[in-house]
């Protein structure tokens, strides 16, 4: 059995499940990243509302309370504060606190269905279409579909350009405030490639001599993806008539026109950063047409022109500038 926890400031003979999450995310936190125990600590929450004043012993027994009371979560975020109820509660067994997990006793724990993510496709009319680049000029979004997490765009710099061998080296990610660089083995460290159009677009911009960064932010500092989505990115999509969405799904565009215009799913993984099942479960149905394409495709020559796809929104009409005119910092 694994050591139990230091028990400074918690009694020794009992725990409730209030102060057995106090201990697990203190020795959870040790390695990891301070927005992982942050988000733990938030799924915690509910359960400790409730349940937090129960002995552990008397948790134990209360499985089908646990049962009822996992009915009544929000659907989109049931999973994750049941994951991380179970996950807790394994590290009590594991000190020695509980011989069973009760929210494992209580049933299943289903991951939520996906939802469909609609790519962008180029705007329905020239006004909507002008008014986004109008928008977006001032946005660091480039021309083509970003194979980049918003935080790996944030944290690329002019040096991550290969011009001559036409790849991006995605190295580091800049999340709250923090700037962290990929390990060498990490899938998440890539080169992705350029397309003609990526390459025009970054011909547009015109480099600071006070900054290395690729999309600086007005003073040269890194964007802060807070205040640009509510800056920037929702008035974009409101001038150019388009749904509120989140910027992450221009990954979700470019991940599904690249399987669309026929790129086969291990390379679009290695791009993305991602594994092939997560491409498979995430993106393999967001290709409107694929299955017809996909019928159609046996009866074809060895040599064959894969089909034009829609250029997304941001994509096509998003003049990439430099960002010193913007307010996104």
Not at 76 to 88: E, H, K, N, P, Y
Not at 203 to 211: E, G, K, Q, Y
Request: charge should be positive; charged fraction near 25%.
């Amino acid at each position: 059995m694994a050591a139990r926890p230091p028990r400074a400031g918690i009694r020794s003979d009992r725990l409730t499940l209030a102060e057995l999450v106090d201990a697990y995310l203190t020795a959870h936190a040790v390695g990891r990243e301070a927005s992982t125990i942050t988000t733990l600590r938030e799924r915690l929450k509910r359960p400790v509302d409730v349940f937090g004043d129960l002995d552990l012993r008397d948790l134990e027994r209360r499985a089908v309370e646990i049962a009822a009371w996992q009915a009544t979560l929000p659907e989109g975020s049931r999973f994750g504060i049941i994951q991380a109820l179970r996950q807790t509660l394994e590290a009590g067994i594991r000190w020695g606190y509980l011989r069973q997990n009760p929210a494992k006793l209580a049933g299943r724990n289903p991951q939520p269905r996906r939802a469909e993510v609609e790519p962008f496709t180029l705007a329905g009319s020239i006004d909507s279409r002008a008014s986004w680049a109008r928008c977006a000029a001032r946005s660091p979004c480039s021309r083509p579909r970003p194979a980049w997490r918003p935080s790996e765009w944030c944290a690329l710099e002019r040096r991550d350009v290969l011009r001559g061998e036409g790849v991006v080296t995605v190295a580091r990610t800049f999340s709250r405030g923090v700037l962290k660089g990929y390990g060498k083995t990490s899938r998440s460290r890539r080169r992705v490639p350029l397309s003609a159009r990526a390459d025009a677009a970054l011909d547009a911009i015109v480099p600071r001599l006070d900054s290395p960064l690729l999309f600086p932010g007005p003073r040269g500092a890194r964007i802060d993806l807070h205040n640009f989505r509510a800056r920037e990115w929702m008035p974009a999509l409101e001038a150019a008539g388009l749904s509120r969405r989140r910027i992450y799904d221009l990954r979700h565009t470019a991940i599904s026109h690249w399987l669309a215009a026929g790129l086969g799913s291990f390379e679009v993984a290695r791009f993305m950063g991602t594994s092939v099942r997560m491409v498979d479960l995430t993106y393999g149905h967001l290709v409107s047409g694929s299955e017809l394409d996909a019928r159609r495709r046996p009866g074809r020559p060895a040599r064959w022109t894969p089909p034009a796809v829609n250029s997304s929104a941001i994509a096509s009409t998003a003049a990439v500038t430099a960002s010193s005119t913007g307010r996104s910092t």
